[in-house]
T-cell receptor, first 119, second 112 residues
Framework: AQKVTQAQTEISVVEKEDVTLDCVYE???????LFWYKQPPSGELVFLIR??????QNEISGRYSWNFQKSTSSFNFTITASQVVDSAVYFCALSEAQGRVTTLGRLYFGRGTQLTVWP | DAMVIQNPRYQVTQFGKPVTLSCSQTLNHNVMYWYQQKSSQAPKLLFHYYDKDFNNEADTPDNFQSRRPNTSFCFLDIRSPGLGDAAMYLCATSEGFRYEQYFGPGTRLTVT
């Protein structure tokens, strides 16, 4: 069974601090996809990144960076020099790359981490 | 801009009164999804369409139905809303099952 754990329920930082959001996953599949989504107070889920299980390269996009380590089944997300606009709930999710049509495409979400950035 | 649109953004309905939520997309994606999200919880998948092929999650109540008349539109029908159905309903689309999902802004449903 697929499972995603985000152990940090809430994190508070002051603007300009760096912050890392943890994500640990469980799957028996050899191929899968990992995602991060941002949900600001407006409610819309915003796609941030998709990572194929075969691609362990870390990725950087502006102030955002992602560290994927298959050895520890982790896909952590770091925001550098945080800003008030980064305040949101962040969800880590996993989906199958192969399987039945009934489960393909299903996103297995973690419970989310509420990030609050104070000015 | 290509996007996922949901109407209305806020919907109030009475207990037991049928309600329909709508979703449209300009992305021309094959797959459309409906999620239910309650406060402080992760989104929960209700069902999805791959083109016209419909897949219902095993634990989605019979009270929830969906229609996809064409590629662009998908509807969520709640036949007899209960107080427990009050939630944010999110529509999402993806190019295929192996691609990221793009979400609409959601419809917040209140049941009185």
């Amino acid at each position: 069974a697929q499972k995603v754990t985000q152990a940090q329920t809430e994190i508070s930082v002051v603007e300009k601090e760096d912050v890392t959001l943890d994500c640990v996953y469980e799957t028996r599949d050899t191929t899968y996809y990992l995602f991060w989504y941002k949900q600001p107070p407006s409610g819309e889920l915003v796609f941030l990144i998709r990572r194929n299980s075969f691609d362990e390269q870390n990725e950087i996009s502006g102030r955002y960076s992602w560290n994927f380590q298959k050895s520890t089944s982790s896909f952590n997300f770091t925001i550098t020099a945080s800003q008030v606009v980064d305040s949101a709930v962040y969800f880590c999710a996993l989906s199958e790359a192969q399987g039945r049509v009934t489960t393909l495409g299903r996103l297995y979400f973690g419970r989310g981490t509420q990030l609050t950035v104070w000015p | 801009d290509a996007m996922v649109i949901q109407n209305p953004r806020y919907q109030v309905t009475q207990f037991g009164k049928p309600v329909t939520l709508s979703c449209s997309q300009t992305l021309n994606h094959n797959v459309m999804y409906w999620y239910q999200q309650k406060s402080s919880q992760a989104p929960k998948l209700l069902f999805h369409y791959y083109d016209k092929d419909f897949n219902n999650e095993a634990d989605t109540p019979d009270n929830f139905q969906s229609r996809r008349p064409n590629t662009s539109f998908c509807f969520l029908d709640i036949r007899s809303p209960g107080l427990g159905d009050a939630a944010m309903y999110l529509c999402a689309t993806s190019e295929g099952f192996r691609y990221e999902q793009y979400f609409g802004p959601g419809t917040r449903l209140t049941v009185t």
